[in-house]
């Protein structure tokens, strides 16, 4: 790929250069509540940093609080969709700042969240491709954490339904994908098949399954890598969970051989 503001960022949010990418999100402060203490927080983003996260995810105002020094070794994504645990509905994600305001702030890429299935659908897939017209005229990347959610989702879990949804990134103009593992685990091969974008399965809810087993299964299927937000903010050590999931995303870890070579089609 030819040298582009874009080309550049989307290399600095694999740190190996693999194509495989280990996100934190932390833009919980804003759905639930705090994600630490504001003593705390730079010193999460320093242990998620110091763990060998690829990037971490926050929203424009947090991501003012991070120290410049930390982000020469971890990537930048500001997240511009909120929503609340308060509100009648839940799902309705509204943009809430834009790519400028990542790109003044430095950001390595940006992220969109969307809920197919959800009452504001119609709004939410608007926000993502009004936001993929800025990304590339700023060279912006953009991530899409879509999932099937909603009312008129009976199983979100369903592989059928879940490669619908990445494909639907895949034609707004998103760069990467981000989603559910789907169910039973073998069936996301499926998915990854229909995908011509990277995709990143979300890990950070469910702890019913080991979280280190649930990275393994996701590499070993072909997924790009893993978004873990709570199950590393809210451990007593983030940087041991996060060095451990790095391993097992960049080098094999845990697994029984690497995992996959993934590459970003059509970008990397």
Do not use: W
């Amino acid at each position: 790929m030819p040298l582009t503001g874009k080309s550049v960022r989307l290399a600095r949010l694999s740190r190996p250069g693999d194509g495989r990418f280990l996100f934190v999100p932390l833009d919980h402060s804003v759905s639930d509540g705090p994600v630490a203490t504001a003593a705390d927080f730079g010193d999460l983003v320093r242990s998620i940093a110091d763990g060998g996260a690829d990037g971490v995810v926050v929203h424009k105002g947090r991501a003012r609080m991070i120290e410049p020094a930390l982000l020469t070794r971890c990537s930048l994504l500001v997240h511009l969709s909120a929503s609340t645990a308060h509100a009648p509905d839940v799902d309705a994600k509204v943009l809430v700042g834009d790519v400028e305001d990542a790109v003044r702030l430095g950001a390595d890429a940006v992220s969109v969240h969307v809920n197919i299935g959800s009452d504001t659908e119609a709004e939410q897939l608007a926000d993502l491709g009004a936001v993929a017209g800025a990304c590339d005229r700023f060279g912006m990347p953009l991530m899409a954490m879509i999932y099937p959610r909603g009312p008129r989702v009976a199983d979100p879990t369903d592989p059928t339904l879940i490669a619908h949804v990445v494909n639907i990134a895949a034609d707004l103009g998103v760069d990467i994908v981000k989603t559910v593992l789907a169910a039973p685990d073998e069936r996301m091969a499926e998915v990854i098949a229909s995908s011509p974008l990277p995709v990143v399965v979300a890990g950070g809810g469910s702890t019913d399954r080991d979280l280190f087993e649930f990275a393994v299964t996701a590499m070993d299927l072909g997924c790009a890598g893993l978004a873990v937000g709570r199950r590393v903010f809210t451990d007593p050590e983030p940087e041991k969970t996060v060095r451990e999931l790095s391993s097992i995303i960049h080098r094999g870890g845990l697994a029984t051989g690497p995992a996959p070579q993934t590459e970003m089609a059509g970008v990397l």
